[in-house]
Every structure is written in C-alpha cells, then in structure tokens.
C-alpha cells in the first residue's frame, strides 16, 4: 500500500495493493497492524457505515463535537469528491482542507482523523460509500460545517448540489470557532 500525504499532516490518502487478472481484483481494505504503522491510527474501529446517494447529493461537512470520530473511508460504486477540513483551534492547519477524488477504478481510501469536519459530493448517478469509524455516531454531539463557507473555501467540481435539511443549517468557520 501507498500513503500519499495531505495539506493536512495527518490527513492521508491510501493506494492500497490490488491484486488483479482477467476474473476480478482482491485488495485488502483494511489490516490493523499494517494502517497502525503507516497511518498512526491508535484507536480501534466500532462502527462501520455504508451510504448510497446520486448525483450532486453533498453530505456534510459533518463533525462530532465532544466525540470526534476518525473514519477510514472509500467508495465501492461510483465516484464522489471527498473532503476533510481541519476545525482543530490550535492545529497550524486549523480552517484548511483537503479533497480527494474517490472511486471504485482507483480504490483509494482516504483517512480522517478524529477533529476534522468530513464530507463528499458524489460525482457519478450514483455512489456507494463505506467508512469505518473510531468512536459511536451520537446525533446530540453533532455538528455541521457550511458546505460553502468562503472562509474555508472549498473548490468543490460542482456548484449545483443536493443537501439535506439538516446540512443546510450548517454554520461558518467563524460561527462555529468565534475568535
């Protein structure tokens, strides 16, 4: 597997190994020792999760306030642009963010630590999408980024996005982290 690095420091691409021919492909999507050693991921993984959406559908940018989750993410069907922002106050990179295209021809993960606002807007008609998580999903601790938000300033490959009712409610940079 390959390790790309991010705007982020610790905000990281994977390019696992695949093992292909003419009947199909194997890679493992996961191997705790091995993402430990290259990725520094202490905690363990307690929920997995799997979301599928169309075209222009944008989820997030979402975020747990008390109980940040890392998350291990990819894509199985389709493609989407995926994205972490950096919303720690005190990390050099604090309002940054980094993007990646995610798809299942090129099989790349992207690793989310715990603190970072994630999101992704699906590119395909459709897009299947699994991540891990490092601590349990609590609505009441739940906060969204603005998709949007010019501070932060997100080069998003589209401009005519889906949202839900909740994600339209998501606050700016500066109303989330006043200074």
Avoid at 96 to 125: C, I, M, T, Y
Wanted: proline content about 5%; hydrophobic content about 35%.
């Amino acid at each position: 597997m390959q390790v790309i690095d991010t705007i982020i420091s610790d905000v990281k691409i994977v390019e696992p190994k695949v093992f292909g021919d003419e009947r199909g492909f194997f890679l493992e999507t996961f191997h705790a020792k091995r993402y430990q050693e290259m990725l520094n991921i202490d905690s363990e993984f307690v929920q997995d999760n799997h979301s599928r959406s169309c075209f222009g559908v944008l989820r997030g940018l979402h975020f747990q306030k008390s109980n940040p989750q890392g998350k291990l993410v990819r894509v199985v069907r389709g493609t989407v642009f995926d994205v972490a922002v950096d919303i720690r106050p005190d990390s050099p990179t604090f309002g940054k963010w980094a993007g990646v295209e995610l798809s299942e021809d090129n099989r790349r993960q992207l690793w989310v630590p715990p603190g970072l606002a994630h999101g992704f807007v699906v590119l395909s008609d459709v897009a299947d999408f699994e991540y891990k998580c490092t601590d349990y999903y609590k609505p009441s601790d739940e906060g969204c980024l603005k998709w949007d938000d010019a501070e932060v300033g997100i080069e998003w490959p589209i401009s005519s996005v889906q949202l839900s009712a909740k994600d339209e409610q998501g606050l700016s940079l500066k109303e989330l982290f006043p200074r």
